[in-house]
């Protein structure tokens, strides 16, 4: 009876869907193009693994546990992502801490220099670390040290810079929604401020604390930008991958180091998203009230401070002194103030500005009106295969850049898919690697609208098309519009999975700045860097200035309870 | 009038998580509605009267039983083409548009000429006394105002049938009472076929020509409301229409249309269908707590004593002990003319031979 009955329902969602072609023949798109774009580039990889040649031969993927060379940059990005999980979630704590849980000043300014990183080119931190600590380097010269920062100390400095913006957002959000009357009644039963903390406070953010640190190991697990550039003889994961796919053009190694990438940082994916953030305590008990219990104690809230002056001082550094640097003739050896950098960038690397914001701004609506229609296909509708779709097209957030792009060049190297060396190979990258993130925040923003709006619409007679652009997309357009932005600033800064696809004909900023930095040429790669900021910063500013004139009528499209 | 509009024949409808966890929501439901009735669906909430009305307007598909709009099987047909319109208990206004554009938006996705839809619209304002709004984002309305809109919105398409999911719920007890008579004035003066889900008796009696009651996914009765008060078909639609005591009692004689029962040792001849009774079965005597007199001791059909009094003001309801120990609640209008009684003060309690019904015991 029962099973009949489930049985029933899967019929009568099939005639649904047959009965509604619009629906029917977008879900069928959707798949189709998640099916090429993310599926078949994974299945590529696996297969020049293990296929090489056509025939089942396992001989690479064994022999990556035989060499030392093959596991030896695994071990690597293992340390390092420990390593970098470890002192990012901690940096990310005493910010997140300090802005929630204290009344110290200036939490505004302290908490824009804690997401700064984010907006930026990652591997800027890595040139940053390279101006201030490198052979040249301001603090090595200054202090007349002789130190060596390639290698495992200038990974794990560049890249818990570069991400423990991540945790902190985590972090800040899960602090903020512990109910302070829970820490009250801890208080009220005569336990310290410090046990308090270490009994209460820390274990209800335990969950949060654990996300953190794993989402930021997948992070520094896939870097691409801040190693290539500062990882010296400390070879990792991904820029093994890079060298054996652009250097040896041995594709079956790449393809297997792209699977020994893949794994650890999907099965982390899979432990975060299925175990801890189940875990959570917040959204059991989740009563968001926003006001933290304040500690004012003197020996509390000034030890965190003077940590996070310290702190945004080394970002503040990190950022002034490629800004400096942008600035000089020759890093290091004359270090005279001149616009050449600029110029030299607009000269040689005009062609690249244009074709960057050319890809960016083909990239970033389609991709942005892609996210939100699987957004509402699955918070919204009912059909086979809903969660699917959701599951593949989020997979991309778990799989490293570096894969993606060696799936990209295998799977598009060959007809009937021919696009190695055109833009649009360039602009497919961008479209589904920065999907999952647009999916999730218009799943965020779909489940707080009424469902009865768009129930209302179409029992007036309104089909699919007709409810989805006249009543759903004006409705989301705050998030939809700040889902645009994330992903031109991501299309801007972005190095890890276009730097396989971009060809002779096509060229992007910031593989030019790497090349610079390549050839020693810190001062350009530093002008390249602030003309990207500089063109993200208006962006940002522009779209602000854009969704304030849209919505300065000020209507809520939350539903009123 | 046997022109049925709306026709539910064997509606189930089963949420199934999976294969192994399965919740049938509505269990073999039918109805008919004919044209230009107001039908009211009345349960308490999670009684299956809300998806029952979401199967009608399409946004739920029945696990098996079918749909008819005016003989046409709908099973099939995506809500857009149903001609049914909903009036949403969060009003589902479109947010983003004025008062105008959320009216005009059925007659738009029609293709009405733009004169015509004016005209309708300022039509169809001026009968709930919103002329004049047009301009107004929905936003600056009040809840009242908000709701009429939402009223507008569903009839300017002049849809087959007209779906109230709860339309009063959001709103202050005063407002609500004359949006409830706007609402029904409206449906009889433009003679639209409407089915009406609310969880309030007060409300489905006053508005309906029809109420079926539904508990756990089944229609438990349909009567006008005058039916399922004095006549409820079973236990749980007496104990939720109203209050009511549940009175053990004996059948002593069957006769026609009359049914001779013994209760508190009194014998009392009620005026029944007597079909489904035989003499000596054990039933239940539904007596409402407003149909016994509360009198002098020993004067009545059974003597009780006082455990407690609420008073109300308008009436005092009082708890009163049986002899046999069970408890029994009784109601007594206007208390100020006849004096409150204190706790423990002993009665005589006579009922209402016209109002007593007799129910089957249920197992």
């Known amino acids: 009876m029962r099973l009949s009955s489930y049985r029933r329902e899967l019929q009568n969602e099939i005639k649904r869907l047959i009965h509604d072609p619009v629906l029917l023949s977008i879900v069928v798109v959707i798949f189709a193009l998640l099916i090429i774009f993310i599926i078949f580039p994974l299945v590529k990889v696996v297969q020049f693994s293990l296929w090489p040649g056509g025939k089942f031969d396992p001989k690479y993927f064994l022999n990556f546990f035989r060499k030392t060379y093959y596991w030896r940059p695994l071990i690597n990005s293992m340390i390092v992502g420990s390593l970098v999980s470890l002192f990012g979630t901690i940096v990310a704590f005493i910010f997140a801490y300090g802005i929630t849980r204290t009344d110290i000043p200036g939490k505004g300014i302290f908490r824009l220099i804690a997401v700064m990183p984010i907006v930026s080119p990652p591997f800027l931190i890595a040139l940053a670390a390279i101006l201030l600590l490198g052979n040249h380097g301001v603090i090595t010269d200054a202090l007349r040290l002789n130190w060596d920062i390639y290698g495992l100390p200038g990974l794990v400095l560049t890249e818990t810079m570069a991400y423990f913006p991540i945790a902190f957002m985590i972090l800040e959000g899960v602090l903020a929604k512990i109910d302070p009357s829970i820490e009250e009644a801890a208080l009220d039963m005569g336990a310290s401020k410090l046990r308090t903390f270490l009994t209460v406070t820390l274990p209800l953010a335990i969950p949060g604390i654990a996300s953190a640190m794993l989402l930021v190991f997948i992070r520094s697990l896939e870097d691409f930008g801040n190693p290539v550039v500062i990882q010296g003889n400390f070879q990792v994961l991904t820029v093994a991958a890079y060298h054996a796919v652009t250097g040896m053009y041995n594709m079956p190694l790449g393809a297997t180091l792209a699977i020994f990438m893949l794994l650890p940082t999907l099965m982390i994916f899979i432990v975060q998203k299925y175990y801890v953030a189940r875990r959570s305590y917040i959204t059991v008990t989740g009563k968001p009230s926003g006001v933290g219990l304040k500690s004012t104690e003197p020996h509390v809230k000034y030890p965190v401070l003077a940590l996070m002056i310290f702190l945004s001082g080394v970002i503040l550094l990190m950022y002034g002194v490629v800004l400096f640097g942008s600035f000089t003739k020759i890093w290091g050896i004359d270090n005279t103030l001149t616009i050449q950098n600029y110029l030299y960038v607009f000269k040689v690397g005009g062609q690249y500005v244009l074709d960057t914001i050319q890809i960016a701004l083909i990239a970033t609506p389609i991709g942005g009106v892609l996210s939100i229609l699987i957004a509402y296909l699955v918070v919204r509708k009912r059909f086979i295969g809903r969660g699917a779709m959701e599951f593949i097209s989020m997979l991309n957030f778990a799989v490293p850049g570096v894969v993606v792009g060696i799936g990209y060049i295998l799977a598009f190297n060959t007809p009937p898919l021919r696009l190695s060396g055109t833009a649009l190979i360039i602009i497919l990258v961008f479209i589904f690697r920065r999907m999952p993130v647009g999916i999730r925040d218009g799943i965020a923003q779909l489940q707080q609208i009424d469902p009865s709006i768009e129930e209302a619409s179409s029992s007036l007679g309104a089909g699919f098309f007709r409810t989805f652009t006249r009543v759903t997309l004006p409705l989301v357009a705050p998030a939809f519009l700040s889902g645009l932005v994330y992903i031109f600033v991501r299309c801007m800064t972005a190095i890890s999975a276009v730097v396989f696809v971009v060809s002779a004909s096509w060229q992007l900023l910031t593989v030019a700045l790497l090349y610079e930095v390549d050839q020693a040429n810190l001062a350009a790669a530093a002008a390249y860097g602030y003309v990207i900021i500089a063109i993200v910063l208006t962006a940002i500013v522009f779209m602000r200035f854009v969704v304030e004139r849209l919505f300065q009528k000020g209507f809520s499209p939350i539903a009123r309870e | ?363």
Request: with cysteine; hydrophobic share 40%.
């Open chain 2, 1 to 363: 009038m046997n022109d049925l509009v709306v026709r539910f024949e064997h509606i189930v409808k089963v949420f199934s998580e999976g294969t192994h966890r399965e919740v049938r929501a509505v269990d073999d439901f039918s109805l008919s509605v004919a044209r230009g009735q107001l039908v009211t669906l009345l349960g308490p909430s999670g009684c299956g009267k809300t998806t029952t009305l979401r199967i009608l307007a399409g946004f739920e598909s029945a696990t098996s039983g079918s749909v008819y709009i005016e003989d046409r099987c709908v099973n099939d047909i995506p809500p857009q083409k149903r001609e049914t319109s909903m009036v949403f208990q969060s009003y589902g206004l479109f947010p983003h548009m004025t008062v105008y554009e959320n009216v005009a938006y059925g007659l738009k996705v029609k293709h009405v000429p733009k004169a015509q839809i004016k005209r309708q619209v300022a039509e169809v304002l001026s009968l709930v006394g919103l002329e004049g709004l047009e301009r107004r984002s929905v936003g600056q309305l009040s809840g009242g105002q908000q709701q009429r809109v939402a009223l507008c919105r569903a009839i300017v398409t002049k849809p087959k049938v007209l779906l109230f999911d709860e339309p009063l719920s959001n709103l202050d007890a005063k407002l609500r009472k004359g949006t409830r008579e706007q609402i029904r004035r409206l449906q009889q003066e433009l003679g639209i076929t409407s089915i009406y889900v609310t969880h309030d008796q007060a409300e489905a009696m006053s508005i309906s020509d029809a109420i079926a009651v539904m508990n756990v996914g089944r229609l438990q009765q349909l009567g006008t409301a005058e039916e399922i008060y004095s006549r409820p078909a079973n236990r749980f639609v007496a104990d939720f229409i109203g209050e009511a005591n549940f009175l053990p009692a004996r059948i002593i004689e069957v006769g026609d249309g009359r049914v001779t029962i013994r209760i508190f040792e009194t014998e009392i001849t009620v005026e029944q269908d007597s079909t489904n009774f035989s003499p000596n079965e054990e039933v239940e005597a539904v007596v409402r707590p407003e149909a016994v007199d509360v009198i002098e001791v020993d004067q009545g059909d059974v003597n009780a004593e006082i455990l407690f009094s609420h008073y109300t003001g308008s009436v005092v309801l009082y708890a009163l002990k049986l002899p046999d120990g069970s408890r029994m609640e009784v109601q007594v209008a206007n208390p100020k003319e006849r004096g409150l009684l204190p706790v423990g003060a002993r009665v005589g309690l006579r009922l209402h031979r016209k109002s007593i019904h007799l129910l089957k015991k249920e197992l």
